[in-house]
């Protein structure tokens, strides 16, 4: 593995455990608040696991993980658009 | 070089946006860093990788996620923003003011240009 | 949109010359087949067609600016202390009239410096905006009105035509 992909590995790491730790954090605010300060970290967290699959296609040069990135990304988003309606309209 | 280059700032930037969803004080705030700075870190990782593989085909997707990432990013906040009001997260004690203030219509989810004290006949300040 | 076609079609005929339909020799067909347009363009009669590229390639640069320029202002403040940000939401009045414009605008100033768009009215007057830094919200309101606003405004114009 070379220098520049182990630095970014642990740069996402990182990242990913700060993410992790926003998901897990209890607040005392209402409900459907405390669920979407969690919806923003699952973003982040979608965004990042791109970041992971594009890197690992990099380093392994294999290339369906590229795929899989693409995948992820559609479905992150519509994730995220989902749980932001439901929490905004249901009741 | 340029990709390793690439590769660096964006995994630096995904950081500064994990950074930022940790310690900024209000849910606004956070998605601020979470469009942009993570965006932009993927985007960078993205645009090293197209550069890294020797591969067209793997380059263009490369490329089509980013531009994919670069149009919901936006949109997702809006739609995390809008129902964050609406629920009521509280804004950071430091905010300074809150044009959104009673717009909404709580029942029809309608939001109004202006609010209801002033004239309705009025332009918006330019 | 006469001429995009030509241009692609000179695209084309460029990429069966060289002998294999790819994505780089596509491109290259494009940009050759543009300059001949372009050289050609008083042969041909006038066309926004010209204007419009170098307005959309001159926006892609500005665009490109604002999005580093504001991803190291967030990546600055995201690092030190948080304390003397003033964040505001803030209503912009827009001029933006059809769908196309004021998605665009929106998700612009969703990328652009310190400011997330929330929410635009069900009337489609006013832009809502979270801003991270607004000492003044007039200047903030003019900076969009006369950056962003006027960039969209001017490139969806030109479609039209």
Redesign the interface.
């Known amino acids: 593995m070379?220098f520049?992909?182990f630095?970014?590995?642990f740069?996402?790491t990182?990242?990913?455990?700060?993410?992790f730790?926003?998901l897990i954090k209890r607040s005392n605010?209402?409900h459907?608040?405390s669920t979407?300060?969690r919806?923003?970290?699952l973003?982040?967290m979608a965004?990042?696991s791109?970041?992971f699959m594009?890197?690992y296609?990099?380093e392994t040069q294999k290339?369906v993980f590229?795929?899989a990135?693409?995948i992820l990304?559609?479905i992150a988003?519509l994730g995220?658009?989902a749980f932001?309606?439901y929490?905004?309209?249901g009741n | 070089m340029l990709a390793d280059i690439f590769i660096l700032i964006g995994a630096f930037f995904m950081l500064v946006a994990a950074i930022g969803v940790y310690r900024m004080p209000d849910l606004y705030m956070r998605l601020h860093t979470n469009t942009k700075s993570a965006t932009f870190g993927v985007g960078f990782l993205l645009l090293g990788a197209a550069f890294r593989f020797q591969n067209l085909d793997i380059s263009a997707r490369a490329l089509a996620i980013m531009i994919f990432l670069f149009v919901t990013a936006p949109v997702a906040a809006h739609m995390i923003g809008r129902a964050a009001y609406f629920v009521g997260a509280p804004l950071w004690k430091g905010t300074l003011s809150d044009d959104l203030k009673g717009r909404y219509d709580p029942k029809t989810h309608e939001l109004m240009s202006k609010s209801k004290t002033r004239k309705t006949g009025d332009k918006p300040t330019k | 949109m006469n001429y995009f076609i030509l241009n692609i079609a000179l695209a084309l005929t460029w990429a069966m010359l060289i002998g294999d339909i790819h994505p780089v020799s596509l491109f290259t067909g494009f940009v050759i087949g543009y300059l001949i347009l372009f050289t050609a363009r008083r042969a041909l009669g006038p066309s926004p067609y010209f204007g419009k590229v170098s307005r959309v390639i001159r926006f892609a640069f500005f665009f490109l600016w604002e999005l580093i320029k504001s991803n190291l202002r967030v990546a600055r403040d995201v690092l030190t202390r948080t304390d003397y940000m003033k964040p505001r939401i803030i209503a912009v009045p827009l001029d933006a009239k059809t769908d196309a414009e004021i998605t665009l605008l929106a998700n612009l100033i969703s990328l652009t410096p310190g400011s997330l768009s929330l929410d635009v009215s069900t009337d489609r007057r006013t832009i809502y905006v979270h801003v991270m830094y607004a000492e003044n919200a007039e200047s903030v309101r003019r900076e969009i009105k006369e950056g962003l606003e006027r960039w969209v405004l001017d490139l969806l114009a030109t479609e039209k035509e």
């Open positions: 070379s520049v992909n630095a970014a590995f740069l996402l990182i990242a990913f455990l700060l993410a730790l926003r605010q209402p459907r608040i979407l300060d919806v923003v970290a973003d982040l965004t990042l791109i970041g594009t890197l296609a990099v290339t590229m795929d990135a693409v990304a559609l988003f995220t658009v932001a309606r929490l905004e309209k």
